[in-house]
């Protein structure tokens, strides 16, 4: 799964500039262009990273920062801000306030992105790393390749996002419904029991001649790769 990235930003050029090359990069992106838009998803998503301008409408960036971050909402994901504030003090008041990187307006972009990356690979290596491995299933995510020790494994698109989302989860259940969240999206109306059709589907590609089950069921739980490694 690609990491999630939420633009709060009420510039409609600007919006669209960085809408356009998270995706390019690889990241899933959503947009809001007022703090009151960006808590309604902020509410109902889950998100890896928070991108937000200091100069919002009715409610700066940076009290929103601020009250996210004293009602101990959201305390591990990373807020890069924007602005065009570049004095020291401001630089001081905005990582003070819960940011924590800060980019003065007009930028770079690929300094941006280089930015992005950093503060994900701290809290959350799962989603930037390219290779994901647990046992001898290794996940190439460049190659959009899988395989088992040394054999490839031919997986439909629904079937590489499941075994990339338990892979991202390795050693955390994961029930049904957060699966389908990061497999589908959670708008999706999507019922349980197809997750568990497609769980088959994975286990069946996955398991060969005596190859043991690399995905454990936990009743009235969910599904977890097996701590064995597979």
Same mark, same amino acid.
């Given at each position: #799964?690609? *990491?999630?990235?939420?633009? +709060? %930003?009420?510039?409609?050029?600007?919006?669209?500039?960085?809408?356009?090359?998270?995706? *390019?990069?690889?990241?899933?992106?959503?947009?809001?262009?007022?703090? @009151?838009? $960006?808590?309604?998803?902020?509410? %109902?998503?889950?998100?890896?990273?928070?991108?937000?301008?200091?100069?919002?409408?009715?409610?700066?960036?940076?009290?929103?920062?601020?009250?996210?971050?004293?009602?101990? /909402?959201?305390? =591990? #994901?990373? &807020?890069?801000?924007?602005?065009?504030?570049?004095?020291?003090?401001?630089? &001081?008041?905005?990582? =003070?306030?819960?940011?924590?990187?800060?980019?003065? /307006?007009?930028?770079?972009?690929?300094?941006?992105?280089?930015?992005? /990356?950093?503060?994900?690979?701290?809290?959350?290596?799962?989603?930037?790393?390219? #290779?994901?491995?647990?046992?001898?299933?290794?996940?190439?995510?460049? *190659?959009?390749?899988?395989?088992? $020790?040394?054999?490839?494994?031919?997986?439909?698109?629904?079937?590489?996002?499941?075994? @990339?989302?338990?892979?991202?989860?390795?050693?955390?259940?994961?029930?049904?419904?957060?699966? +389908?969240?990061?497999?589908?999206?959670?708008? *999706? %109306? &999507?019922?349980?029991?197809? +997750?568990?059709?497609? &769980?088959?589907?994975?286990? /069946?590609?996955?398991?060969?001649?005596?190859?043991?089950?690399?995905?454990?069921?936990?009743?009235?739980? $969910?599904?977890?790769?097996? #701590?064995?490694?597979?």
């Amino acid at each position: #799964m690609p *990491a999630r990235i939420l633009v +709060i %930003e009420d510039d409609p050029s600007l919006t669209e500039l960085l809408d356009y090359n998270l995706a *390019a990069a690889g990241y899933s992106v959503a947009t809001a262009n007022s703090a @009151e838009d $960006g808590q309604l998803l902020l509410s %109902e998503q889950s998100f890896d990273l928070l991108v937000l301008d200091w100069m919002l409408p009715e409610m700066s960036g940076i009290e929103l920062c601020s009250s996210l971050r004293r009602a101990g /909402k959201l305390p =591990t #994901m990373p &807020i890069l801000m924007l602005t065009a504030r570049g004095d020291e003090t401001d630089r &001081i008041r905005g990582l =003070t306030t819960g940011a924590d990187d800060y980019v003065v /307006k007009p930028f770079s972009v690929p300094e941006l992105l280089a930015r992005l /990356k950093a503060l994900l690979r701290r809290s959350a290596p799962e989603r930037v790393n390219t #290779m994901l491995t647990h046992g001898s299933v290794m996940l190439d995510r460049n *190659a959009h390749r899988v395989t088992r $020790g040394g054999r490839e494994v031919n997986l439909g698109p629904t079937e590489y996002r499941l075994l @990339e989302a338990l892979m991202e989860a390795t050693g955390r259940v994961l029930s049904r419904g957060q699966l +389908i969240d990061r497999v589908w999206g959670n708008t *999706a %109306e &999507i019922d349980e029991r197809t +997750i568990d059709v497609h &769980i088959g589907r994975l286990r /069946k590609a996955l398991i060969r001649g005596d190859d043991s089950d690399p995905i454990r069921t936990v009743r009235g739980a $969910g599904y977890v790769l097996s #701590m064995d490694g597979g």
